[in-house]
Nanobody, 124 residues
Framework: QLQLVESGGGLVQAGGSLRLSCAAS????????MAWFRQAPGKEREFVSA????????LYADSVKGRFTISRDNAKNTVWLQMNSLKPEDTAVYYC?????????????????WGQGTQVTVSS
């Protein structure tokens, strides 16, 4: 079992930045594809970004491309999401997820482990 704990959420003004962290424990972190999803009130959970096992491949949703950056440090069992130029529409609960898949998937059903989520609120 892999445990994931997110942190770093909060309230920020539009145009500001936040850095989310996801700390993993319980299994070999480096084996997992890691991703961030988000869920706004009344909406389905949506893909934000993902990073491959050794960080060589990344994928971003069009809505965050150029503003968000995903990274990981396997020695620290941690994945980060740097969020810049935040917009009110980025407001959501952000979830860290892990998958044993080799290919980067954007659907929630392909991810095996989830964190509890961290709230990000962007005010206009």
């Amino acid at each position: 079992q892999l445990q994931l704990v997110e942190s770093g959420g909060g309230l920020v003004q539009a145009g500001g930045s936040l850095r989310l962290s996801c700390a993993a424990s319980g299994r070999t972190f480096s084996r997992y594809l890691m991703a961030w999803f988000r869920q706004a009130p009344g909406k389905e959970r949506e893909f934000v970004s993902a990073i491959s096992w050794i960080g060589g491949r990344t994928l971003y949703a069009d809505s965050v491309k150029g503003r968000f950056t995903i990274s990981r440090d396997n020695a620290k069992n941690t994945v980060w999401l740097q969020m810049n130029s935040l917009k009110p529409e980025d407001t959501a609960v952000y979830y860290c997820a892990a998958s044993e898949a080799i290919v980067i998937f954007t659907t929630t059903s392909r991810y095996d482990y989830w964190g509890q989520g961290t709230q990000v609120t962007v005010s206009s």
